[in-house]
């Protein structure tokens, strides 16, 4: 077997381990972000579970740190307390980054882990079988539920020979999406291999695992070797160290490969992270803003990189340049030596180790503005600033154009690169992690006035005398459905307030239009709901009265929170009939229920007088969840 098979088959509950079928698996750990915790956690407690089920549970706080209202705090509150309330561990707001603070103290290679933020698979680096999912279905996982995936195709990334100075880890990543484009992952586990990646580093692994959910991909993994070993014995963790490599001669589903050696600096240019393109191609191109951190590039190599380069040099004067260590330790250690005070001295800004910039939490360009950026997605408006030209790179591509002002090539600009010597001992201090106590009986869980209760949702109609209320192109991300930044992201745990925004950025009067329609179709193209597991860009839909999203396909993680907030996903048959649909056409479905209840999969549904094909491809577990008006009421009818 190959890494994924092995740590499916250990964890493999319930269905076959073949192509297309559905799989249940334990998880043994799971993490949530502040910005999808919360709603996380009132599901989970609607669950009526004492305590969490799996061997760890961590909470961190990391997206919504710009405390410019009462809201962000009081719900850092609510998730401290209800933490330590259900046996779980709290992660302040200080500490970093959930998936760098994850991979540093608590990953451990052959677990599996799902996280209710897209980036999990971060920590497929050091060989873990990491998935992100909706935070309902963190919930689930915390309640000792299995985690369901369709048994992907495993693909095979060879990876032949070493990288050439100036070309990184981010490079790899970025060539795949050009390979494979952000639909390209869709049931598929990529699995790097050959002899490349004993070359790389675990931070360097996790740079690519991370940005492999740029692909559309369920995850990404590497093997567990050596290198994991001296990472894991680096955080004071090597018995936690497991050896797993794929057996010799093991078969995969699908081949691509990779020569690091011929590989060149590359960059994604607006709006898409697949749009890439040779950053020597596009020189001369004016920089006004270069941003280092994120959970792809805010490593201790990442930030020492930038002060060795950095040193003794002046940014250019026409450019803004902040960084975001990934987390306390990586601040901490770069205090330790001059690094910090070589980056403080170049004229870069610092800002406090959490998502930040990369949400639209702060740092939002100038309008029209060009930003390099070493994050992971360049969306329209994901910065704050809707016509900004966001660009993705590695951190030796922004240094390059922090220091001349314009997209360089960094081979051609800088001489040879220098040696980063990476500490030989890393500073460990797991004081800022709160434990749960062993009594939780006086723990009080303290809810702000932001702290909505859940709302519920009602089975699915048999008869739909439903209306167009939206109609929408290819690849629609859930930034589009519903934004982040720092207005609305203090509204995920009061959903009555954050729908208001729901396709902001599309159509000013989508609510209205929902609000006024009570059984809403939404009509889109190929790969909708890519991006992140924000299970707000399903539940404010359904709020505002959406009950079937009709598109060509769909991105695997929003087709789950869809299923779990009851919205039925449907998909055309042939794609020549998404051009005959307009808004507010009028669409039945007579029967849906009974038709899906048989075991149909092809519905026939008349739009405008028009009579059209469309698939209904649901397991039967996804049809019970949809009959039941969503997750949440399948578990309590199931379980009471
Ligand atoms: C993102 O990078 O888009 C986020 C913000 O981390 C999201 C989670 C969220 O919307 O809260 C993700 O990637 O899942
Ligand atoms: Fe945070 Fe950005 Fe990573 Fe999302 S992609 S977890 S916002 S750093």
């Given amino acids: 077997m190959n890494v994924a098979k092995k740590i499916i088959f250990q964890h493999l509950l319930s269905g076959r381990m073949e192509i297309g079928h559905e799989i249940g698996l334990k998880v043994d750990q799971t993490l949530t972000q502040d910005a999808t915790g919360t709603m996380a956690y009132l599901h989970f407690e609607a669950m009526g579970v004492q305590k969490v089920k799996t061997k760890l549970s961590v909470s961190y706080v990391d997206h919504n740190t710009l405390q410019s209202g009462f809201e962000n705090a009081e719900d850092h509150r609510f998730l401290q307390t209800i933490a330590a309330k259900y046996g779980i561990i709290f992660s302040p707001a200080g500490n970093g980054i959930c998936h760098q603070i994850h991979l540093e103290r608590f990953g451990v290679p052959g677990m599996t882990l799902i996280g209710s933020d897209s980036h999990t698979p971060t920590c497929g680096g050091m060989g873990m079988l990491a998935f992100g999912t909706g935070g309902l279905d963190v919930a689930c996982a915390m309640a000792g539920q299995p985690f369901y995936i369709t048994m992907p195709k495993i693909v095979k990334v060879n990876l032949k020979g070493r990288l050439r100075d100036w070309v990184s880890a981010k490079d790899i990543i970025l060539e795949l999406l050009k390979l494979q484009s952000v639909k390209g992952g869709r049931g598929k586990i990529y699995e790097f291999s050959g002899e490349g990646v004993k070359t790389l580093s675990i931070t360097e692994r996790a740079t690519i695992t991370n940005m492999g959910t740029e692909l559309g991909a369920i995850t990404s993994i590497f093997p567990s070797d050596d290198v994991t070993k001296n990472f894991l014995e680096k955080q004071g963790r090597g018995t936690s160290w497991i050896k797993i490599e794929p057996e010799e001669n093991t078969t995969y589903d699908e081949e691509i490969g990779i020569d690091l050696n011929t590989l060149e600096p590359l960059i994604a240019a607006p709006h898409i992270p697949d749009n890439i393109k040779k950053v020597k191609d596009l020189k001369d191109v004016k920089v006004d803003q270069v941003g280092i951190g994120s959970c792809t590039n805010s490593s201790l190599a990442d930030m020492l990189l930038t002060a060795e380069v950095l040193k003794g040099k002046k940014i250019n004067k026409n450019v803004s340049v902040f960084i975001l260590p990934g987390s306390r330790q990586v601040l901490a250690m770069l205090s330790y030596s001059d690094a910090l005070f070589n980056i403080i001295e170049s004229g870069v800004r610092v800002l406090e180790s959490a998502c930040g910039p990369c949400i639209g939490m702060g740092q939002s360009p100038r309008s029209g503005a060009v930003s390099l950026r070493t994050f992971n997605r360049n969306f329209e408006g994901r910065s704050g600033t809707e016509d900004a ?111 208001e925004y729901t396709f ?122 949809i009959f039941a008006g969503g997750l949440l009421n399948w578990i309590k009818k199931t379980t009471n």
């Fill in 389 to 499: 030209q966001v660009y993705l790179c590695s951190p030796e591509v922004a240094l390059a154009a922090a220091l001349t002002g314009k997209i360089t090539d960094p081979m051609k600009y800088f001489n040879k690169k220098p040696l980063i010597e990476m500490p030989k001992k890393i500073f460990i201090d797991d004081a800022h992690f709160q434990l749960p106590p062993a009594d939780n009986s006086e723990v009080e869980v303290i809810r702000g006035s932001n702290i909505k209760s859940l709302n519920e949702f009602t089975p699915l109609d048999n008869n739909l005398c439903a209306k167009i209320v939206l109609k929408v192109g290819d690849n629609i991300s859930t930034d589009h459905i519903l934004p982040a930044g720092a207005k609305i992201l203090p509204l995920r745990s009061n959903l009555p307030a954050i729908s």
């Fill in 504 to 625: 902001a950025a599309i159509d000013k009067n989508f609510v209205t239009r929902a609000k006024s329609t009570p059984d809403g179709v939404i009509v889109a193209g190929e790969n909708y709901g890519q991006g992140s597991s924000r299970e707000h860009a399903a539940l404010a839909p359904r709020y505002l009265g959406i009950k079937i999203v009709l598109a060509k396909s769909f991105a695997g993680i929003h087709l789950a929170n869809l299923i779990n907030f009851s919205i039925l996903p449907l998909t055309f048959d042939n794609f020549q009939d998404y051009n005959e649909i307009k808004l507010d056409d009028e669409v039945n479905f007579d029967n849906i229920r009974d038709i899906i209840k048989e075991n149909e999969s092809i519905i026939y549904t008349k739009i405008s007088n028009i009579k059209i094909k469309v698939n209904c491809s649901l397991t039967q577990r996804q049809k019970n969840i």
